[in-house]
């Protein structure tokens, strides 16, 4: 009877909670780290705003990035975010960027283009407490060729 009730109290618990997604409002400062050999480390400062009444932890999580439909490498996530309830809040995020082989001449390739498309496409761990959500991703962006450079493309992800 005692695990009757407990299973009972866990699903109405769980089916109690609404979880709203958290919204994206932009990128607001960004630091390079370093860059050795095919990776880059970073930190970016994010703006996000979480409208449920509990605060919401992002879990480290992968994201491929292509440049006009070729890939050029994976961005990670590597520890994780909380932000507070109810509210927007900035959050700085560690990351790094593992490029594909011939990366780098791709990117010089598309700089000569007058605008290429950034496209960000993979998965995002949220969770709240013992329960998790992935989300997907996949947001493109058209930026100048002559732009292509980490910190340009990290301002015209900006929303505000």
Not at 34 to 43: A, C, Q, W
Not at 112 to 129: A, F, Q, Y
Request: charged share 30%; glycine share 8%; net charge positive.
């Amino acid at each position: 009877m005692r695990k009757l009730l407990f299973l009972l109290s866990v699903l109405l618990l769980v089916t109690g909670c609404e979880f709203e997604d958290v919204a994206f409002k932009g990128i607001s400062g960004f630091r390079f780290g370093k860059l050795e050999g095919k990776e880059l480390t970073f930190e970016l400062d994010v703006k996000m705003e979480n409208p449920n009444a509990f605060k919401v932890k992002v879990k480290p999580s992968m994201l491929q990035v292509f440049v006009e439909d070729q890939v050029i490498g994976n961005i990670y996530l590597l520890k994780k975010a909380k932000m507070k309830r109810k509210s927007t809040t900035e959050i700085t995020l560690p990351m790094k960027l593992e490029l594909e082989n011939g990366a780098m001449f791709s990117l010089l390739k598309f700089a000569t283009r007058e605008t290429v498309t950034l496209r960000l496409k993979g998965k995002i761990k949220g969770g709240v407490s013992i329960f998790s959500k992935k989300v997907d991703v996949d947001k493109s962006l058209n930026v100048p060729g002559s732009k292509l450079n980490l910190q340009e493309l990290m301002k015209g992800f900006n929303n505000d």
